[in-house]
């Protein structure tokens, strides 16, 4: 990640233990480990065996903090459709979503929206009244309680939706949120949801919003405290809507919405985990526990260090030479449990559990280091949607999910700068920046997705700072050759409520990355980092195979709520279902 630490610094005020053998019986330098090339074996460095040292990194490990995930409850929401009379709702709170054009009132001083003036009827004038003593006006993001009497609800609320024109996809889910937080403050147990102007709105659509809003608040409603001393559990347990629709597709749209959600959790999970509990070994025991949970469509490979190098994944190994923590090459295949395939695809994340920069570290302010548990972004992603998948079970698709996950460390063993790493595909590369880390790691990983024979692949990764500058911290760009493929995704996107961004594959930048001694080097210049990133990855795909890469460096993280985001697993969801014959 050299361009997320130098171009943020510049333009921001921005376990299992399964071990392979270990390099302390091997030279300093283990051309073996670093290159494929070829092996210089010399006698033991120390005297200890390597059972002792095995024990001793287990050790390390298991001590380092002394921090161990507690087990928290996740929300646990049952959500239901409802047509009976609004009013006569008994429950905790009732959350009713007002546009701008919604909060109008009449010659009267009454609502004009019938919901709204019925409500303030019952009310005698009190919504009216605090609507007006609080000025609200329905704007996005504003929000209103009232403690009621005689009424079926304890609580009314009033949650702003921005214009009248009616918010997104993205602006349902915000609304979720806001449903979530209203419901946090007041604990409590059941809430009713409903929209002041939901006429005009399709089945189709209505179908929709019913899943963008149930999202937002399960999703709101959940706090990662497995590592705070003292954990609050959510009190939140129904939610009804009304005035959306009823039925078995409404039924389906809640469980799809639950799975989906179930997968972002964990890809939260994963990426705020810290790097002494997250380590690679950790990750692929996350993996094998999705295999095991979902046998019926799900197998798992991991590979270790050894068999890394039977396949020749020296640029993938090069990365993670220097820690004591083992590398773990993930392989999730997902087949469906009946029918046959029309399409086989592959999501490939990048899994840097921590990314110290190697020897060219993070330093200096704006880059980042302490934040780098989340160089996993990408794998999280990919691990998070085979969750949700393993509970749809999409048919007429097989996906696989990869992940060459390790650390990118400093050590004796570590890669330096101007090392030669060989790739799987053969291809050499100059490493003139040991903080671009992450795109050696695909390529390895890249070329062994189009060894399992795939259509299509989708990589994500938190790549390149220059993406963050050029989209900021809410959009991911996305790189393709294919326009098919980039219609695809967005849509997907769009449908999920996430955004994308696609920027150009500019091929005469790929200049800078010509190497004088090797096929390329791992990095360009300065100006059009992100692009330059996805045009070295794209020579470790198969011309054959559509590919497109998504840079996630911006979303994965939310800096106000210091904590993940689960970003992208809703789209690669929808991406796959899009794919398949469900």
């Known amino acids: 990640m050299a361009a997320i630490r130098a171009l943020i610094s510049s333009h921001s005020s921005l376990t299992l233990t399964l071990l392979a053998s270990s390099s302390l019986f091997t030279n300093f330098r283990s051309i073996s480990?670093?290159?494929?090339?070829?092996?210089?074996?010399?006698?033991?460095?120390?005297?200890?065996?390597?059972?002792?040292?095995?024990?001793?990194?287990?050790?390390?490990?298991?001590?380092?903090?002394?921090?161990?995930?507690?087990?928290?409850?996740?929300?646990?929401?049952?959500?239901?459709?409802?047509?009976?009379?609004?009013?006569?709702?008994?429950?905790?709170?009732?959350?009713?979503?007002?546009?701008?054009?919604?909060?109008?009132?009449?010659?009267?001083?009454?609502f004009q929206n019938p919901i709204l003036e019925k409500l303030d009827s019952k009310l005698g004038g009190l919504l009216s009244e605090v609507a007006t003593e609080e000025d609200f006006t329905g704007k996005a993001g504003q929000s209103t309680v009232i403690r009621v009497a005689d009424l079926g609800p304890k609580?009314?609320?009033?949650?702003?939706?921005?214009?009248?024109?009616?918010?997104?996809?993205?602006?349902?889910?915000?609304?979720?949120?806001?449903?979530?937080?209203?419901?946090?403050?007041?604990?409590?147990?059941?809430?009713?949801?409903?929209?002041a102007s939901s006429e005009g709105?399709?089945?189709?659509?209505?179908?929709?919003?019913?899943?963008?809003?149930?999202?937002?608040?399960?999703?709101?409603?959940?706090?990662?405290?497995?590592?705070?001393?003292?954990?609050?559990?959510?009190?939140?347990?129904?939610?009804?809507?009304?005035?959306?629709?009823?039925?078995?597709?409404l039924a389906k749209k809640f469980k799809y919405t639950e799975d989906v959600c179930s997968g972002v959790i964990l890809g939260k999970e994963l990426v705020n985990a810290p790097a002494n509990v997250l380590t690679p070994e950790?990750?692929?025991?996350?993996?094998?526990?999705?295999?095991?949970?979902?046998?019926?469509?799900?197998?798992?490979?991991?590979?270790?260090?050894?068999?890394?190098?039977?396949?020749?994944?020296?640029?993938?190994?090069?990365?993670?030479?220097?820690?004591?923590?083992?590398?773990?090459?993930?392989?999730?295949c997902y087949k469906p449990p009946s029918g046959s395939v029309k399409t086989k695809l592959a999501l490939v994340g990048k899994g840097l559990t921590f990314d110290s920069g190697g020897y060219n570290i993070k330093t200096g302010p704006g880059c980042s280091i302490e934040l780098m548990k989340f160089d996993m972004g990408g794998s999280a992603a990919v691990l998070g949607a085979a969750k949700a998948l393993g509970q749809i079970k999409p048919s007429g698709v097989e996906v696989h999910f990869i992940v060459a996950a390790c650390e990118n460390m400093i050590s004796g063993t570590g890669m330096r700068p101007g090392d030669i790493l060989t790739a799987s595909n053969g291809k050499t590369i100059e490493v003139n920046n040991t903080d671009?880390?992450?795109?050696?790691?695909?390529?390895?990983?890249?070329?062994?997705?189009?060894?399992?024979?795939?259509?299509?692949?989708?990589?994500?990764?938190?790549?390149?700072?220059?993406?963050?500058?050029?989209?900021?911290?809410?959009?991911a760009g996305i790189f393709t050759p294919s326009d098919e493929l980039s219609k695809e995704v967005v849509a997907a996107s769009e449908v999920a409520g996430e955004k994308l961004w696609r920027l150009p594959m500019e091929e005469s930048y790929w200049e800078s990355m010509k190497s004088g001694v090797a096929d390329m080097v791992n990095t360009g210049g300065r100006q059009g980092g992100s692009i330059t990133a996805a045009l070295f990855l794209k020579q470790f795909v198969d011309e054959k195979v559509q590919w497109l890469h998504i840079d996630m460096a911006g979303p994965v993280w939310n800096d106000k709520k210091k904590a993940a985001t689960g970003f992208a697993i809703p789209t690669l969801v929808e991406w796959v279902l899009s794919n398949s014959s469900s």
């Open 33 to 110: 480990h670093l290159g494929i090339t070829s092996i210089s074996i010399t006698k033991p460095l120390l005297s200890c065996s390597s059972r002792n040292i095995r024990m001793a990194h287990t050790v390390a490990k298991a001590t380092l903090g002394l921090t161990h995930p507690a087990q928290i409850d996740h929300p646990k929401i049952t959500f239901a459709a409802k047509e009976t009379d609004l009013l006569q709702w008994k429950g905790d709170i009732l959350a009713v979503g007002v546009t701008e054009k919604d909060m109008t009132k009449g010659e009267n001083s009454k």
């Open 155 to 195: 609580r009314v609320s009033l949650i702003g939706l921005g214009k009248a024109t009616g918010p997104t996809t993205t602006g349902f889910h915000v609304f979720g949120e806001s449903v979530a937080s209203v419901a946090k403050a007041s604990q409590a147990n059941n809430v009713a949801i409903a929209l």
């Open 201 to 249: 709105l399709t089945s189709e659509l209505k179908l929709a919003t019913v899943s963008a809003i149930a999202k937002g608040t399960l999703l709101g409603t959940y706090e990662d405290n497995r590592f705070k001393s003292e954990a609050k559990k959510p009190f939140l347990k129904s939610v009804d809507f009304f005035g959306l629709g009823t039925g078995p597709e």
């Open 282 to 332: 950790v990750l692929a025991a996350e993996a094998e526990k999705i295999a095991a949970a979902y046998s019926d469509v799900f197998t798992a490979k991991i590979l270790d260090t050894e068999q890394c190098k039977e396949l020749k994944m020296g640029s993938y190994l090069g990365v993670a030479a220097a820690s004591t923590n083992p590398p773990q090459f993930i392989h999730l």
């Open 436 to 475: 671009a880390e992450g795109r050696l790691t695909l390529a390895d990983a890249l070329v062994y997705a189009c060894n399992q024979g795939v259509d299509k692949i989708v990589d994500l990764a938190t790549l390149t700072g220059a993406c963050v500058v050029a989209l900021g911290p809410s959009i």
